[in-house]
């Protein structure tokens, strides 16, 4: 007999007049999210989306797995549906969850009717069955306040289903209804974790990745590359604009002041990032940036380091301590990709007294050798667009 999904939505329910807008890019996504398990119906009533697998080819575990990680669902349970009637509902019960209900000390049987045209009230329905079930298993208690397990009865519009307890979803908001943003990825633990909170926030993401060849290895580039494989699994598909970053930090450390070389690096960064942005589409930059993690990361820095563009700088780190970042990147899988030891280009040429406290004059200053426009020109040209999506292969 068959098993669906339903996942409840969580804070779109509230959005109002948008609810509609919302639930249609949630449905989209959980579509597009399905198709890889096989032939699933995706619908949405009653502030439930239903994943209904229609034959017997589909990949129910595996679509599973990736409904927990689908932005703008709160919790998710896997269900029988069954008739609406008091038999078909015990009997689904007992055959779909009886085993669980016998692991237990006790139970409780909580029910909800949205079709009020169902001849019982909630308390009812869950007194008639948690009835039937004390008789079926002598063995388990029935306790209404604190029960050990509970059975779930929802009698909805198209049939009555069953389950045991819901799991937490991934929370947040669907991807898409927050606009499209473009994250600086470096193959470092925060940026990864900002793409995820933003992804989390509804925001479509893509990515900029700088690379300098041969002071960064290829290895460096497929760390990234897999990086943002990993973030895909929550944000979907992305492309990752990978930009030859060599001849910029080359000039910058032939013609700038030591000191300046981090900031002025960063400006061209951003700069560039805005611009591969602004043809595709996005309407704000990421960044792992987090307030005195490092000299580029004072206030006076970010002040220099944001005056080159004026798309909106997303930098969802920036008042969280490391630790809880790590937890994060550890929860979402990819500290350990992001702890793999290849260098990254901000750490060649590094200046050993990097300036701290710098005016956007001073830095100006410091650049004013620098053909910027040639530059970035030259740059943009190099950009290699890869697509990665969470079921390639992993490419380390
Ligand atoms: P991360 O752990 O994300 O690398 P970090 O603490 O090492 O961050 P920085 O190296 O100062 O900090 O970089 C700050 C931010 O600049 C990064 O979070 C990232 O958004 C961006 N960035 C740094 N290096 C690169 C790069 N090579 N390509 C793209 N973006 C980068
Ligand atoms: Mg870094």
Same mark, same amino acid.
């Not at 703008?72 to 896997?78: E, H, N, Q």
């Given at each position: ?15 109002? +007049?948008?609810?509609?807008? #919302?639930?249609?890019?949630? /449905?989209?996504?959980?579509? /597009? ?34 409904? /927990? ?9 896997? $269900? ?15 055959? *779909? ?6 692991? +237990? ?16 009230? =909630? ?13 079926? &298993? ?10 050990? *397990? ?8 198209? =049939? +009555? ?19 499209? !943003? ?13 793409? *995820? ?6 925001? %479509?993401?893509? !990515? ?6 041969? *002071? ?28 030859? #970053? ?8 032939? &013609? ?11 400006? #061209?960064?951003? %700069? ?5 942005? /602004?043809?595709? @589409? $996005? ?69 050993? &007294? ?6 956007? @004059?001073?830095?100006?200053? !410091? ?5 910027? %426009?040639?530059?970035? +020109? ?10 990665? !999506?969470? &079921? ?5």
């Amino acid at each position: 007999m068959k098993e669906i999904f339903l996942l409840k939505l969580g804070e779109i329910v509230l959005k109002g +007049a948008n609810k509609r807008q #919302f639930e249609n890019k949630l /449905r989209q996504n959980v579509r /597009r999210r399905m198709k890889k398990y096989g032939n699933f119906d995706v619908y949405i009533l009653q502030s439930t989306v239903y994943v209904e697998p229609l034959d017997d080819q589909a990949d129910v575990d595996g679509a599973w797995e990736a409904c /927990r990680s689908i932005f703008g669902v709160v919790s998710l349970c896997r $269900c029988r549906p069954c008739e609406k009637s008091l038999d078909a509902i015990f009997d689904a019960i007992e055959n *779909y969850l009886g085993d669980d209900l016998d692991c +237990a000390k006790s139970f409780k049987v909580e029910s909800k009717r949205s079709d009020k045209t169902f001849p019982l009230t =909630s308390i009812q329905l869950s007194q008639e069955i948690g009835g039937r079930l004390a008789e079926a &298993h002598p063995g388990v208690e029935v306790d209404v306040h604190h029960p050990e *397990y509970t059975v779930y009865v929802e009698v909805r519009d198209l =049939s +009555a289903y069953v389950h045991g307890p819901a799991e937490p979803g991934a929370g947040g908001l669907p991807i898409g209804v927050g606009g499209r !943003a473009m994250v600086l990825l470096s193959g470092g633990i925060d940026s990864p974790v900002a793409a *995820y909170m933003m992804a989390k926030r509804g925001v %479509e993401v893509e !990515a900029v990745h700088f690379f300098s060849y041969p *002071y960064t290895s290829q290895l460096a580039k497929d760390k990234v590359l897999e990086l943002a494989r990993l973030v895909t699994k929550y944000s979907g598909r992305m492309t990752v604009n990978i930009v030859s #970053f060599t001849e910029i930090q080359e000039a910058i450390r032939d &013609h700038c002041p030591e000191e300046f070389f981090t900031l002025i690096m960063r400006r #061209f960064m951003m %700069e560039i990032a805005q611009r591969i942005a /602004r043809c595709d @589409g $996005c309407g704000a930059l990421i960044t792992g940036e987090n307030l005195g993690q490092v000299a580029s990361q004072t206030m006076e820095a970010m002040t220099v380091t944001g005056a080159v563009v004026d798309m909106p700088i997303f930098m969802p780190l920036v008042g969280m301590d490391k630790k809880d970042i790590i937890a994060i990147a550890r929860e979402i899988g990819t500290l350990d990709t992001s702890i793999l030891p290849y260098e990254d280009c901000c750490t060649v040429f590094t200046p050993k &007294h990097p300036k701290t406290k710098p005016t956007l @004059g001073q830095v100006v200053n !410091a650049e004013k050798n620098l053909d910027r %426009e040639a530059l970035i +020109a030259r740059a943009l040209e190099s950009v290699e667009k890869v697509k990665v !999506a969470y &079921h390639d292969e992993p490419l380390l």
